[in-house]
């Protein structure tokens, strides 16, 4: 079955400095990754998705995931936070195939952004 | 503008009322799907729909029902038999199953 487990369910920058959202996921085919961003009382957003062409997808708002097959992993990061990337972001896989596009979502990182 | 329309943003409901949440694309899209998100936790599936006339249950559909009669709406019954219905209602399309997903704005349920 599939999962995601997304390491920190909050992390907290200075605006300027990089971001870097854990995810790791858990599939046993190779899987449909993505992530997703939430402000609050919105509905989510999609950053970036992975669907086994280039492993280093670059996404909206100059943020960008690394498929790492080896260690089961697709963290988000971006060089320099700023204060608009204040939100909940959540790591989301693909189910099998034979469940409709159901997609299996994280328990979502809270990202805040200090001045 | 193309996109997902829900309404209303805001719902309130007597203890042991239905209420039926809206959704509406213009995406041309066949696949919707609704999903529940409660404080510090992720979406959990509700009910989606594949193709008109036809849906499935998600993992927590208990206590709700939904019907697809025409491709562009894809609404959401929350009946007194669901025992905590207090939430964030999430609709969302996709081209195709399997697609991403795009998302509708929400609707803040709470039951009084």
């Known amino acids: 079955a599939q999962s995601v487990t997304q390491l920190d369910s909050h992390v907290s920058v200075s605006e300027g400095t990089p971001v870097l959202l854990r995810c790791n996921y858990s599939s046993s085919y190779s899987p449909s990754l993505f992530w997703y961003v939430q402000h609050p009382n919105k509905g989510l957003q999609l950053l970036l998705k992975y669907t086994s062409a280039a492993t280093l997808v670059k996404g909206i708002n100059g943020f960008e995931a690394e498929f790492k097959k080896s260690e089961t992993s697709f963290h988000l990061t971006k060089p320099s936070a700023h204060m608009s990337d204040a939100a909940e972001y959540f790591c989301?896989?693909?189910?099998?195939?034979?469940?409709?596009?159901?997609?299996?979502f994280g328990q979502g990182t809270e990202l805040s952004v200090k001045p | 503008d193309g996109g997902i329309t829900q309404s209303p943003k805001y719902l309130f409901r007597k203890e042991g009322q239905n209420v039926t949440l809206s959704c509406e694309q213009n995406l041309n899209h066949d696949a919707m799907y609704w999903y529940r998100q409660d404080p510090g936790q992720g979406l959990r599936l509700i009910y989606y729909s594949q193709i008109v006339n036809d849906f499935q249950k998600g993992d927590i559909a208990e206590g709700y029902s939904v019907s697809r009669e025409k491709k562009e709406s894809f609404p959401l019954t929350v009946t007194s038999a669901q025992k905590n219905p207090t939430a964030f209602y999430l609709c969302?399309?996709?081209?195709?199953?399997?697609?991403?997903?795009?998302f509708g704005p929400g609707t803040r349920l709470t039951v009084l």
């Open positions: 969302a399309s996709s081209a195709s199953p399997g697609n991403e997903q795009f």
């Open positions: 989301v896989v693909k189910a099998a195939y034979n469940q409709g596009g159901k997609l299996i």
